[in-house]
């Protein structure tokens, strides 16, 4: 086993360090990688009082509004702000994809692979009182700490969450309930069982049961249409989905609706081996070594990775509008998993073309080896690893 800095790899890991051209003098650099917070927007004027409480200064990130650094072995969970919903525990890198995104007022946003949520709350952040937030995620467990999250931060009233396979996921979104007026007419008016009532955590027991009967027996009808049903967990007051029925929420409109009115902005934060994320890397020490053997060396799930990451950006793309942007990100550094993965895409795909990611000048990053792709890295960038490419769609 090699001894990196405190961190020992074992011999698998560096040969599937080696196979893929990543050096492992990045995961030396564990130790010095600062810890990244977000203020939620609103809250910088408690810096101070943070800076108290944990006894360290927080550095603003000059180039990621919002973000500051602190030491790596400060612990943010047990903090007040924390607790109060008013800071989130976020790497820097996670911020620059979604910055990347340019998300604009009014814009509604797909998140594919959205769980556990840090960058979807950054959306909704983002977003404020305009706009919408499509969060979709196969792992349901995942997508329920998500809801948890956007409860506690307070920020789920322009969001749904749908547990789903973003390969094949297809409802585009449901615009115009977004205002409280019509959120109020939807309110007065609506009746019958198969109408989405405002979502809440204290719906008793009983109702959710019914709702939970009512999906199961509507599902069949859909699911004999579609042979996939998305499942609504979470839907926010001025998400659209208020005051609809379940068929209305279940059509899948045709390829041609989505370039008018699919979505502005689709973000594709894809399934991948973790290998650029040092602290994922690090558990693998409590977890045992062995573990990584079958999460992230196998080669047989890398190929079924990239096939499903390939399949995931492609229907993110097919669900954006034309003139819409898509990020696809993945915090692994294997040029398997990502500029291959975009290179297959592109020549599939005619009416996709790689922009520049504007933000990017004054980032802490490096190009990757397609042109106009970024690669952060813990050496580079100070931050945890990360390959962002970014689309739009142009006209057929
Ligand atoms: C890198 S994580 C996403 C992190 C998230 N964007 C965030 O900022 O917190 C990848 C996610 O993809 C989800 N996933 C894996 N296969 C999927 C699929 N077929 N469809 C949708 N989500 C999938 C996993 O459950 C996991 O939560």
Known sequence: MAETSGLPLPGPFLDFLEANGL?????????????????????????????AEMQCKLERVGWLPGFYSLPPQIQIASSQAYKEGKMYGVDAASGA?????????????????????????????????????????????????????????????????????????????????????????????????????????RRPWKERKRTAKTRKSSSLKVVAESDHLPE?????????????TKSELHQSPPD????????????????????????HVQKFEQWGWETLNQRVLNA?????????????????????????????????????????VIMRFLAENASAELLEIDAARDWPCRSGSIPKTLRFDPVVSKTSGLFVAKFTKLSP
């Open 23 to 51: 050096n492992p003098a990045i995961y030396t650099a564990s130790n010095s990688i600062p810890r990244y917070i977000r203020l939620k927007p609103g809250s910088e004027s408690l810096t101070e009082e943070i800076e």
């Open 97 to 201: 994809a979604v910055l990347a995104l340019d998300v604009s007022v009014g814009d509604h946003v797909l998140d594919l692979c959205a769980a556990p949520g840090a960058k979807l709350c950054m959306i909704l952040d983002l977003l404020g009182d305009s706009g919408s937030v499509t969060g979709v995620d196969v792992a349901s467990h995942r997508l329920a700490a998500c809801r948890t999250m956007i409860q506690k931060y307070g920020i789920g009233d322009r969001c749904r969450l749908f547990v789903s396979d973003g390969t094949k996921f297809s409802l585009i979104p449901v615009k115009g309930c977004w205002d409280s007026t019509s959120f109020q007419q939807v309110n007065q008016n609506w009746g019958g069982d198969d109408v989405f009532k405002e979502w809440t955590s």
């Open 256 to 279: 041609s609706e989505v370039s008018g009115n699919g979505y502005d902005k689709v973000l594709v934060d894809a399934e991948c081996t973790h290998d650029g994320s040092i602290r």
């Open 232 to 244: 609504l967990i979470f839907y926010g007051r001025n998400s659209g989905v208020v005051g609809l």
């Open 300 to 340: 047989e799930r890398t190929d079924n990775l990239t096939t499903l990451q390939l399949n995931l950006l492609r229907n993110g793309f097919r669900l954006l509008k034309v003139g819409g942007s898509l990020v696809y990100s993945t915090c692994s550094l294997t040029v398997c998993q990502n500029e291959e």
